[in-house]
């Protein structure tokens, strides 16, 4: 398969050039709207899938260098600008995010916990179910890739489960016997335990630096504590409504309990690794929760939880090395980080913010609030990618909301959480989706249709239930 498909990046090009030669809006810096023309250019490319986000990445850094848009006449520090998201903590705190979660499958620490729910509470397809979002929900704060969680280690496990009792995705007349229901209810919790932690996807962060660049301050804690109640509603509430509207046709799996039991005896006691590993997720925990506290920063925790596997040699170096989804978003991360980053300090989000409130500036920020919510939510639908929907729209809706009056860190945080649920939508919609999809138990109609609802569904329970919450934390 060929990395570079020359038509989509011939397009991507032409877009690029067509922006960038369309003259300046006025009030607008020439150095801004250029900016503008590469960062479009990027994100079109990335959604088109002209080349790999990496490959992209890298060709916006260059010219952003090469055209020295961050400093015209001085190209040793427009490079050295182009460069600068490299060093920003957010960025590292997510890298070695997706290290740390090696440690996960690397010591099958991560598939001995989804075993153990699943002998604890699969009786039932909808205990099944449960049990299967509750080691997603165990493993999302230190797993941020949730492609990784949801695709390396709960779909592995999701599939033997369904096969087990007899739906296999080779015979489609199976496929509603209990694997089509398991797909669906899988996929959504990984997407509430994705927007339920800073680290639970690797978008979380990239908002956390948007919004610090508009001075509303995100720590983990605060993310947590105004995700719990809505995120703890939607854990119980995708399994049972899927359950309703996607029913198994199987509705008893009481062979589950045994089949797990079986499968952690085969897997025998906990080993050393997983003691440390499980050792590591602690110290972990308790310094993203404590760190406000103790004056710990996030990405610090996340160094010393990572030299701590290092040194125990829980994980290697060539381990480090090799974890390649890491080293890809640290790439990608920061060139977006860099470009979204200058728009802001060139003028571009605040005179577009100015522009876009002479056309909602007369409404109330209440009916603001929901109008920016709701279309930044279903935009997902031209999006195959949370990170270039984040990297596109989150800095520019949020700068929108706050000239109109909407409490900054209401807004930032209700943004911040849409990043995983809007995945709900479509078979493409995020890092998790083509491979649950690509099971073949649920089929395309069903996919929009039930992800459609579920997207009603989650945004009742965050705007409206989690609207509430954070009037109790004093969000708003």
Not at 201 to 229: E, H, R, Y
Request: proline letters at 5%.
């Amino acid at each position: 398969m060929k990395e570079i498909k020359y038509a989509p990046l011939l397009i991507t090009l032409a877009i690029g050039l067509i922006i960038w030669f369309i003259p300046e809006p006025e009030g607008v810096k020439p150095e801004a709207w250029h900016l503008l023309a590469i960062f479009l250019a990027t994100i079109v490319g990335i959604i088109l899938k002209a080349a790999p986000m990496g490959t992209m990445s890298m060709i916006a850094i260059a010219l952003v260098a090469l055209t020295g848009v961050l400093a015209p006449g001085n190209p040793g520090k427009s490079i050295t600008l182009a460069l600068s998201s490299f060093g920003d903590k957010v960025i590292w705190l997510i890298g070695i995010s997706f290290f740390i979660a090696r440690g996960f499958i690397k010591t099958g620490l991560g598939k001995r916990i989804a075993y153990l729910f699943i002998r604890i509470f699969g009786r039932s397809s909808l205990g099944l179910a449960y049990g299967l979002g509750l080691a997603d929900l165990v493993l999302a704060p230190a797993v941020p890739s949730n492609t990784a969680r949801g695709g390396g280690i709960i779909y592995p496990i999701m599939k033997s489960m369904a096969i087990n009792f007899g739906s296999e995705p080779e015979k489609p007349a199976t496929h509603r016997k209990l694997g089509a229901y398991l797909s669906l209810s899988s996929y959504n919790m990984n997407l509430v335990t994705s927007s339920m932690f800073l680290t639970g996807t690797a978008s979380n962060p990239m908002c956390q630096k948007f919004a610090k660049n508009l001075g509303i301050d995100i720590t983990w804690t605060s993310w947590l504590m105004a995700a719990l109640v809505p995120a703890v509603i939607s854990l119980l509430a995708v399994p049972y409504i899927l359950y309703k509207i996607y029913p198994p046709e199987l509705k008893s799996t009481g062979d589950a309990p045994q089949i797990a039991a079986e499968k952690l005896k085969e897997m025998g006691p906990v080993h050393r690794d997983e003691w440390l590993m499980l050792i590591a997720f602690v110290v972990l925990l308790v310094l993203w929760i404590t760190g406000d506290i103790f004056k710990i920063d996030a990405t610090t925790t996340a160094f010393i939880g990572l030299v701590f596997l290092l040194l125990s040699q829980v994980l290697t170096w060539d381990d480090v090395k090799g974890e390649k989804g890491a080293w890809d978003t640290i790439v990608w991360f920061s060139a977006l980080v860099m470009m979204a980053s200058f728009l802001n300090e060139l003028g571009f989000i605040p005179w577009f913010s100015e522009l876009m409130k002479g056309y909602v500036g007369h409404m109330k920020w209440t009916l603001a609030f929901p109008v920016i919510v709701l279309v930044y939510f279903y935009s997902h639908y031209i999006f195959a990618s949370a990170t270039a929907h984040v990297a596109a729209m989150y800095a520019a809706f949020l700068s929108v909301g706050i000239s109109v009056g909407i409490p900054g860190t209401l807004l930032a945080l209700s943004l911040g959480f849409c990043g995983g649920i809007f995945g709900t939508l479509t078979h493409y919609g995020h890092g998790p989706a083509p491979v649950f999809f690509g099971s073949t138990y649920v089929d395309l109609k069903d996919w929009w249709t039930r992800g459609f609802v579920l997207s009603v569904a989650f945004l009742i329970i965050w705007m409206g239930l989690g609207g509430v919450w954070w009037k109790v934390l004093g969000i708003w």
